[in-house]
């Protein structure tokens, strides 16, 4: 029976990434969830009370994915720069990920303060990730400056994001590959070379 449960919770969490990357967060409801798995709606709720109870599992399983996904990047590379840039553009590929946007928006939107802090927490493991690498480079305060390169990475997100909607803001010429090269030109040359 708790066998059967995991596979009734593993296939939602399914059918919600599915419409999160078709329709986004407008698309996650728990009647799509119960068409998805051919569960009826009631049931849906016996696994998840709100549509952010789905977000958050989704965020608890997907996360450290995502994490992995950054840190095997990073080990593939040779030099302290090689594993920043994997890094930032680690970061940047999955935010453009119509899935991860959408669960971003919802998280920011529908979960409440702890789920945020859980989540805010998780990302801040990230910044671990880059800490020996900018050490490797010489930076004598390497957490205060892996902070501050997420710092960046979050901002090149936020303008990525603004790309991905349309928003040019008078910066025709600008592309998520323009952005993601110019923030790993201020993390590893800083302003003068940005």
């Known amino acids: ?5 995991q596979l009734q919770r593993a296939a939602l969490l399914d059918a919600a990434r599915t419409l999160l990357t078709e329709g986004g967060m407008e698309a996650l409801s728990f009647p799509a969830l119960a068409a998805r798995t051919g569960l009826a709606r009631s049931s849906v709720y016996e696994y998840f009370r709100s549509r952010a109870a789905v977000v958050e599992a989704l965020c608890e399983v997907d996360f450290p994915l995502w994490a992995a996904e950054i840190e095997a990047g990073m080990e593939s590379c040779d030099t302290a720069a090689e594993r920043i840039e994997a890094y930032v553009r680690g970061q940047l590929a999955l935010a453009v ?4 946007r959408a669960v971003v928006a919802i998280s920011a939107l529908e979960l409440d303060e702890a789920a945020r802090e859980r989540i805010r ?7 671990g990730l880059v800490v020996q690498a900018l050490a490797d480079l010489g930076h004598e305060q390497p957490r205060l400056a892996a902070a501050l390169l997420q710092g960046v990475v979050e901002a090149a997100v936020r303008r990525a994001e603004q790309l991905a909607a349309g928003d040019r803001a008078g910066c025709q010429a600008e592309t998520p590959e323009a952005v993601a090269d110019a923030a790993v030109a201020l993390a590893l040359h800083g302003l003068a070379r940005a």
């Open 121 to 127: 927490a998780a990302h801040g493991r990230l910044v």
């Open 1 to 5: 029976m708790a066998e059967h449960r």
């Open 97 to 100: 990920d119509p899935r991860h």
